[in-house]
């Protein structure tokens, strides 16, 4: 009986080692699980964050792209406004002289009748009621003639300087539509 105590004390004590081992392997295997868990959220962990860093890069270049976009359109309506601008301004020079050439056709029209109306009224008074009437007649035509010319060279120069303003509007519509133009 003491044999087979012994015998079955070595098998408990055997038993009790492969446990023992059993407990070690499962344990190390438990810890490789769990190395391998932690790993992969790691590597998860580093996929979002790579994925949103590219996301914002995305973004930022995108957001660079639409403001060097927008600073292109303002440049080109910026120099559009300025050139239209210019038009108008060195066509004024222009304008002034037209105005200038036709307020002195103007007097020099005055002038005429005047010479006219001296030279009337001297034939007037050599001639008869007739003639008289006549000469009224005709200093009445110069002075509507003098006046007709004030009023064309008065409306030449509205119509000069409303056809540049509407120059000047089409340019600067011109170039609002360029700036809002996809």
Request: hydrophobic share 45%.
């Amino acid at each position: 009986m003491v044999v087979l105590v012994e015998g079955v004390a070595v098998i408990f004590a055997q038993l009790k080692a492969y446990g023992w081992m059993v407990a070690a392997i499962a344990a190390g295997g438990l810890l490789l699980v769990q190395t391998g868990r932690l790993h992969f959220e790691q590597l998860a962990h580093q996929k979002l964050i790579t994925t949103a860093t590219q996301a914002s890069l995305k973004r930022s270049e995108a957001a660079r792209a639409d403001e060097t976009k927008t600073a292109g359109k303002e440049s080109a309506h910026a120099t559009a406004t300025q050139e239209n601008s210019d038009a108008f301004t060195t066509s004024q020079p222009v304008r002034d002289a037209i105005a200038r050439a036709d307020l002195a056709r103007v007097e020099r029209l005055r002038l005429d009748a005047d010479r006219r109306a001296a030279t009337y009224r001297a034939q007037a008074q050599a001639d008869d009621a007739a003639r008289r009437d006549l000469a009224n007649r005709l200093e009445a035509f110069d002075r509507h003639i003098v006046e007709g010319a004030g009023v064309v060279a008065e409306h030449r120069e509205a119509l000069a300087r409303r056809d540049a303003e509407v120059v000047l509007q089409r340019g600067q519509i011109d170039a609002d539509r360029a700036l809002m133009a996809p």
